[in-house]
T-cell receptor
């Protein structure tokens, strides 16, 4: 049981380049999330997907797009990377059980935009 | 979601119990208290959660006061690997975003 996996672990982009961050979970969870964490700060939600086929904006969606490819996979795309998007990106998944929705996180992707 | 207040840092001797406090005086009746930790920029790790009763699992115990305005996470026998930032989060089951504040930096000393 790998839990939540993310690829790549590290990435360096030039301003204007595009890339897709991949996330997969093997816990059969319905909900998946993308967060970013800037140095010394807490996590902020970019997008989430409550179930397969649905996506919704979080706190900081500008500059990003997402795709819920299937129940297992949720990708985050940067169409035209900017230095302000330099951050650590975390994917998470969760399943509502008994009124609670505990989120489990992946190891993160460290992105630098030059 | 209700806001939480935690001390910025704490030290604990290895092998001793680490008691991490959290204030959440504006918590609503349907909101749970969650604890996560983040070890050196790794992904946040779920520890435990509770509504109003005390909870215990293989990692920790969670003590919630009767009025639910504060809670304490207890690591019974802290090890060096427990050095991390610990986040207390209050969230209802329907909330999508977990709001991570600044947390408590716990340093376990040898």
């Amino acid at each position: 049981n790998a839990g939540v996996t993310q690829t790549p672990k590290f990435q360096v982009l030039k301003t204007g380049q595009s890339m897709t961050l991949q996330c997969a979970q093997d816990m059969n969870h319905n909900s998946m999330y993308w967060y970013r964490q800037d140095p010394g700060m807490g996590l902020r939600l970019i997008y989430y997907s409550a179930s397969e086929g649905t996506t919704d904006k979080g706190e900081v969606p500008n500059g990003y797009n997402v795709s819920r490819l299937n129940k297992r996979e949720f990708s985050l795309r940067l169409e035209s990377a900017a230095p302000s998007q330099t951050s650590v990106y975390f994917c998470a998944s969760s399943e509502m059980r008994l009124g609670t929705d505990t989120q489990y996180f992946g190891p993160g992707t460290r992105l630098t935009v030059l | 979601d209700a806001k939480t207040t935690q001390p910025p840092s704490m030290d604990c001797a290895e092998g001793r119990a680490a008691n991490l406090p959290c204030n959440h005086s504006t918590i609503s009746g349907n909101e749970y208290v969650y604890w996560y930790r983040q070890i050196h920029s790794q992904g946040p790790q779920y520890i435990i959660h509770g509504l109003k009763n005390n909870e215990t699992n293989e990692m920790a115990s969670l003590i919630i006061t009767e009025d639910r305005k504060s809670s304490t996470l207890i690591l019974p026998h802290a090890t060096l690997r427990d050095t991390a930032v610990y986040y207390c989060i209050v969230s209802s089951g329907s909330a999508r975003q977990l709001t991570f504040g600044s947390g408590t930096q716990l340093t376990v000393l040898p």
